[in-house]
Structure formats: C-alpha cells, structure tokens
C-alpha cells in the first residue's frame, strides 16, 4: 500500500478531516487530497509534519511496517474491532462507530477512574 492510501488511512483512524489536518500542518485540504490521491508527491517536511500530528512513523506513512498494523494492541477483542472497522465500507464504519457510542453512553459500561470519565473515552469519542 502506497503512503497516499496509509495517509488516508492513518488519518481517518485518527478521526481526522482532510480539513483538520490541513490546518495542523499549515496546508489546505486540496494539497492533502492531492497526496491521498497520488497526484502529487509529499515533500520530506510535509510528510514529517502529517507524521508529528497523525502520532505515526515515517515508516507507517509509507506503509513500510513490516507486516504490522499501524496501530498495537494489548487486547485481543480492541484489535479485533479494529480489524472489522478496517474491512467495513464507509456505512459499515459508521454503524459500528454509532453502535460503539450507544453502548459506552451507558455508565455501567464506561471505564470509571478516581469519579471522572476515563481520558481515552472522550479522546476516542470526539465530539458528541
């Protein structure tokens, strides 16, 4: 897989627009579209830049990963889901993403630390 699919990739694992991650790097999201698409190539800068805001390597960025996916789990089940979300077509994605949030909208099924809300739930989350 060439960087411009793992930069689509990458960046809708982190629940990223186009738009959003121009704006981190100082682009637009024509020039970001441009890469994903193959049409132009990524200078070094930009692709350090995409890396440093996705959290990615390089060597993810090229899809040069040895086999790995781009992200490690210590869990079994988060890498399943994970490899579901990656086969699913966009309407697949959204379900599970929706299926997901209504099941951890209930409190028994949140992770609760010191009477807050666990951080990665409103980080995986995003927005409500």
């Given amino acids: 897989m060439g960087y411009q699919l793992m930069l689509r990739k990458i960046r809708k694992t982190k629940h990223m627009t186009q738009n959003e991650l121009a704006k981190a790097i100082g682009s637009t999201d024509r020039i970001i579209g441009s890469w994903e698409r193959g049409e132009t190539d990524i200078s070094l800068e ?12 390089p060597n993810d960025l090229c899809g040069w990963d040895g086999g790995n996916s781009i992200a490690s789990f210590n869990d079994s089940g988060q890498a399943a889901l994970n490899g579901f979300y990656d086969s699913m077509n966009e309407a697949g994605r959204e379900l599970l993403v929706q299926t997901a949030k209504s099941i951890s909208a209930d409190p028994e099924r949140r992770i609760v630390k010191d009477s807050t809300e666990h951080s990665s739930y409103k980080t995986a989350m995003g927005p409500n």
């Fill in 46 to 57: 930009d692709a350090f830049s995409v890396c440093l805001v996705l959290g990615c390597t």
